[in-house]
């Protein structure tokens, strides 16, 4: 009886960003996947309306990343009218959902595996669900991958993952995403990524509008969109850039706004600018932050918690400086807001860009020295503090960086409250640091509580 053919094996490449693409490109470039009968990227547009929104996929300089793939499939297409964050397949639902796009996509009896981003939420935690059997590799493209995995994973989903590919952008830092399935991290050479951020730069150039080489660069974030500021909150805090920019010595700026933000933001700064007698311009062009790096090589990079600013740091060796992440280290919420390890390590790392301070070593390459002393630490207890029950193990590393390290420069990454509640050093006095722990303690502490909630 001959032996049955060997089934076609397909590769499914996930991407809602284009950075996320070029991540892959390099990843594929780099020889990081294995030989496939054929691959091709799905493409989520997890835009707040992506009917109004266009995918990365259309952006200038994509068609020089599909050349690594097969083809290219639209998640919302498939999922119409349902949208991409928003949904994914009831249990009972799998297979059905499974069987559908195996016949709209062409992949038959394939056997699948998958590369994809922010495994815990979706549309990727969707994806895993519906191909139940595939191989999972998880590839991060930027600093929320050294953040604690967001919530607990279902032990089904986390144990099919293969590896953690990311970005090197704080060389010797290991990330804390998905380590409590202690799955294999593996680094995005950073030569390859830059070279495919090359090939973007060139097929942008035309599309770019003159600006002066050697200008400090503003990068805006839209954090207004995500309810961390106020519109006037982050207005000011642009302005704040521009100002720290200026202080600095740079008499030409370049401010390259969120592709979402309102036109009236760059008003705001061009009357800024002329009052402080310098020349702004306006970059609003949609065209990743690199790629302007490429093109203009600026004299500064100034933002407030943007992956961008690292790869500047670390990539292209730009000097770099930060403005604003006091105060969002302040207003972030709950304390587990996974935005909260990107801005932590933005602000250890870098200057504030109104602080006196030799520009030239603001944003030196760190190259492949150890990361500062003290941030291993600091990370660990700042993860631990956002997800202890995700990550139960880094209670001992977390106790002995607060017991030796808080102090008021550090206390900024932490709240008293959250110390408190597990009880880790520095939430009470240390003769009453028992007190957090004692079971007694917290059921009186609950019927007290509970009384005071009750109508007189």
Not at 194 to 200: D, F, G, P, R, S
């Amino acid at each position: 009886m001959p032996a049955p053919a060997p089934r076609r094996r397909t590769q499914l490449f996930l991407a809602s960003t284009l950075y996320g693409a070029a991540t892959l490109a390099a990843a594929l470039d780099a020889g990081l996947f294995p030989a496939a009968d054929r691959r091709l990227l799905v493409v989520a547009n997890t835009a707040a309306v992506p009917e109004t929104t266009p995918a990365f996929d259309t952006a200038p300089g994509f068609e020089r990343l599909r050349s690594r793939f097969d083809g290219v499939l639209s998640w919302n297409e498939a999922i119409s009218p349902l949208h991409p964050t928003g949904w994914s397949p009831r249990p009972d639902d799998v297979p059905l959902w499974e069987r559908h796009l195996r016949l709209l996509w062409g992949l038959g009896t394939d056997e699948i595996s998958i590369a994809l981003e922010s495994l815990q939420v979706n549309p990727a935690l969707a994806v895993a669900q519906v191909f139940a059997d595939a191989a999972l590799d998880v590839y991060a493209d930027g600093l929320m991958s050294y953040g604690p995995t967001r919530s607990r994973l279902d032990p089904l989903i986390g144990t099919r993952v293969g590896r953690l590919l990311h970005l090197d952008l704080v060389p010797g830092l290991e990330p804390l995403l998905l380590t409590e399935f202690g799955v294999p991290q593996v680094v995005v050479p950073g030569e390859v990524f830059t070279k495919v951020l090359a090939e973007l730069a060139d097929a942008c150039a035309a599309g770019l509008p003159a600006a002066p080489e050697g200008a400090a660069l503003v990068l805006g974030q839209y954090l207004s969109a995500l309810d961390i500021l106020s519109p006037e909150e982050e207005e000011r805090l642009h302005v704040r850039m521009l100002r720290g920019a200026v202080g600095r010595g740079h008499r030409e700026v370049v401010f390259k706004p969120h592709p979402s933000a309102p036109a009236r933001w760059s008003t705001l700064l061009e009357e800024e600018a002329q009052r402080l007698g310098a020349r702004l311009t306006v970059l609003d062009t949609p065209v990743l932050a690199e790629v302007v790096y490429q093109r203009l090589r600026p004299a500064l990079v100034v933002a407030c918690f943007s992956t961008a600013l690292l790869t500047a740091r670390t990539f292209y060796g730009l000097p770099v400086a930060r403005a604003g992440t006091g105060l969002l280290l302040e207003r972030l919420t709950p304390y587990q807001n996974s935005n909260r390890v990107p801005v932590t390590l933005v602000d250890a790392l870098l200057d504030d860009v109104e602080e006196v301070g030799d520009v030239g070593e603001v944003g030196e390459s760190s190259g492949g020295a150890p990361p500062p002393a003290g941030l291993e630490g600091l990370l660990a207890a700042v993860g631990f503090a956002m997800q202890p029950q995700v990550l139960p193990g880094l209670r001992p590393a977390a106790e002995r960086y607060l017991a030796a390290h808080l102090d008021a420069r550090t206390w900024r990454y932490f709240k008293r409250r959250r110390l408190t509640a597990l009880g880790l050093p520095g939430a009470v006095p240390a003769q009453l640091a028992f007190l957090p722990r004692s079971r007694r303690v917290r059921r009186l502490v609950r019927r007290v509580r509970a009384l005071r909630r009750r109508p007189a």
